[in-house]
């Protein structure tokens, strides 16, 4: 079909892009956006109780190493102490955790200080964003 050379709209007639479309472009616009813009750590809350109840473990771990072996894994052991016995622990009766207790919920080594003097020894996850000395840090005592 051909369109005559005079043709006019008619009136009335809408050349206009049709709301719905309009609408639409928004909405796909919008999802978009959202998941885009969408937080990374939605998951942090559970997070952060797994790695609360891990420094549990560990410190449990630690006071059972503690009374087998009669002293706390030292700095160079670390906590690789409670699943493999150190060549030094006479009486080791471990492994004291499951090994995948060694890592945080975010695939971080928990950091273990072991005691000096009369304080306890400290075992600490770092939390979400991998820096110590932040609040999200979770330290046993």
């Not at 700095?75 to 955790?97: I, R």
């Given at each position: 079909?051909?369109v005559?050379?005079?043709?006019?709209?008619?009136?009335?007639?809408?050349?206009?892009?049709p709301?719905?479309?309009?609408?639409?472009t928004?909405?796909?616009i919008?999802?978009?956006?959202s998941?885009?813009?969408?937080?990374r750590?939605?998951?942090t809350?559970?997070?952060?109780?797994?790695?609360?109840?891990?420094?549990?473990?560990?410190?449990?771990?630690?006071?059972?190493?503690?009374?087998?072996?009669?002293r706390?894994?030292?700095?160079?052991?670390?906590?690789g102490?409670?699943?493999?016995?150190?060549?030094?622990?006479?009486?080791?009766?471990?492994?004291?955790?499951?090994?995948r207790?060694?890592l945080?919920?975010?695939a971080?080594?928990?950091?273990y200080?072991?005691?000096?003097?009369?304080s306890?020894?400290?075992?600490l996850?770092?939390g979400?964003?991998?820096?110590?000395g932040?609040?999200?840090?979770?330290?046993?005592q």
């Amino acid at each position: 079909m051909a369109v005559p050379l005079d043709y006019a709209p008619q009136p009335g007639a809408r050349n206009a892009i049709p709301l719905a479309w309009i609408l639409a472009t928004i909405c796909v616009i919008g999802v978009l956006f959202s998941v885009c813009a969408a937080p990374r750590n939605v998951h942090t809350p559970a997070r952060r109780g797994t790695a609360e109840s891990d420094v549990s473990a560990i410190g449990l771990g630690l006071d059972t190493f503690k009374d087998d072996v009669g002293r706390y894994p030292t700095a160079g052991e670390g906590l690789g102490a409670l699943v493999t016995p150190p060549a030094s622990a006479a009486n080791w009766n471990g492994p004291y955790l499951k090994r995948r207790t060694l890592l945080d919920p975010w695939a971080r080594p928990y950091l273990y200080t072991s005691p000096a003097g009369s304080s306890p020894p400290r075992v600490l996850s770092v939390g979400p964003d991998g820096l110590t000395g932040t609040p999200d840090d979770i330290a046993s005592q």
